[in-house]
């Protein structure tokens, strides 16, 4: 026999029901609130300049799309280009949510700068070709740029100290001594690590 108790009991199912499909299900890191960067670059030079934001290296412009591509939190950021041998070019920022926003990166040689007239020859190999790698606490470009069978760099004769960084991987530091016309090589693979082992080269002091 079908009561007045239950109809209410259908009801309130009914009710319940509407309520539920009413209620749009929780953003999974809703893309429409993060903005998308994207960076540009004329010459090669550009396009292999390094890349911080908000003082965290990222890597270098060419590779910044995809599944690379950068997504922000609205709000203004701190952009910095970096090259061995030009100044920094540097762009403040403001995302807005679900916008993309283009960053034309230009690069400008740095007055007088010059190879050494007596030099050494280093020759770099690291994995993975997209980490930071600093000569003598100076940036000098991305794994990838410096490595392979034609890249070498020509250093004035002495001890360096080489540093290579990639965020999630453990900071390998050398020093090598070289004396004039003296061809070297170093070679490593960066171990995996935290974000937390960074340096301030390319993480931002907490």
């Given at each position: 026999m079908f009561t007045s108790s239950?109809?209410?009991?259908?009801?309130?199912?009914?009710?319940?029901?509407?309520?539920?499909l009413a209620t749009p299900p929780a953003p999974a890191r809703d893309s429409t609130v993060m903005g998308e960067v994207k960076f540009e670059g004329?010459?090669?030079?550009?396009?292999?300049?390094?890349?911080?934001?908000?003082?965290?290296?990222?890597?270098?412009?060419?590779?910044?799309?995809?599944?690379?591509?950068?997504?922000?939190?609205?709000?203004k950021h701190h952009v910095t280009a970096r090259q061995a041998g030009y100044g920094d070019f540097i762009s403040d920022i403001v995302?807005?949510?679900?916008?993309?926003?283009t960053v034309s990166v230009r690069m400008s040689l740095v007055p007088g700068a010059a190879t050494p007239k007596i030099t050494s020859e280093l020759k770099l190999t690291i994995q993975p070709t997209r980490a930071a790698v600093f000569l003598d606490n100076n940036y000098i470009g991305?794994?990838?740029?410096?490595?392979?069978?034609?890249?070498?760099?020509?250093?004035?004769?002495?001890?360096?100290h080489i540093k290579v960084e990639l965020p999630g991987y453990r900071t390998f530091e050398t020093d090598v001594t070289l004396l004039a016309g003296q061809k070297s090589e170093v070679k490593t693979e960066l171990l995996k690590g935290s974000i937390e082992q960074a340096s301030s080269d390319i993480k931002k002091p907490q």
């Open positions: 239950h109809f209410l009991a259908r009801v309130l199912l009914f009710i319940q029901l509407c309520a539920f004329t010459t090669k030079v550009e396009r292999d300049a390094g890349v911080w934001i908000d003082g965290e290296y990222l890597g270098y412009v060419k590779e910044l799309k995809g599944k690379k591509k950068v997504l922000l939190m609205p709000g995302v807005e949510p679900g916008q993309v926003q991305h794994a990838g740029e410096l490595g392979g069978s034609v890249h070498s760099l020509l250093v004035s004769p002495g001890t360096h």
